[in-house]
């Protein structure tokens, strides 16, 4: 059974740091694409960053240079590593894969994780 499981969320003022994790289990980790995601109240999930088995990332627009996303095989873990957080990042941040991609564009996988929580205050 495949699980994604992300912690590390939590209330952080403008300009703070945090970082997220989701421990992915059930799938051969090293052969797999994640991505993360997160979502506001009242909007759609947006994509805001992906790592493909080989370590190529991808960025919403909104956090390149801010948010970087890496993988360590030895712990089967994605990390998400927020700076210069805005109040605007606050979200519900979620994991998803096995991914894939099609050309640059991620293709989610039917699995997501149950979410960690991001509140920036201002």
């Known amino acids: 059974q495949v699980q994604l499981v992300e912690s590390g969320g939590g209330l952080v003022q403008a300009g703070g740091s945090l970082r997220l994790s989701c421990v992915v289990s059930?799938?051969?980790?090293?052969?797999?694409?994640i991505g993360w995601y997160r979502q506001a109240p009242g909007k759609q999930p947006d994509m805001v960053a992906t790592?493909?088995?080989?370590?190529?990332?991808n960025y919403a627009e909104s956090v390149k240079g801010r948010f970087t996303i890496s993988r360590d095989s030895t712990k089967n873990t994605v990390y998400l590593q927020m700076n210069s957080l805005e109040p605007e990042d606050t979200a519900v941040y979620s994991c998803?894969?096995?991914?894939?991609?099609?050309?640059?564009?991620?293709?989610?996988?039917?699995?997501w994780g149950q979410g960690t929580q991001v509140t920036v205050s201002s």
């Open positions: 998803n894969g096995p991914g894939y991609y099609r050309g640059h564009y991620y293709v989610t996988g039917s699995y």
């Open positions: 059930g799938l051969t980790f090293s052969r797999n694409a």
């Open positions: 790592i493909s088995s080989g370590g190529v990332t």
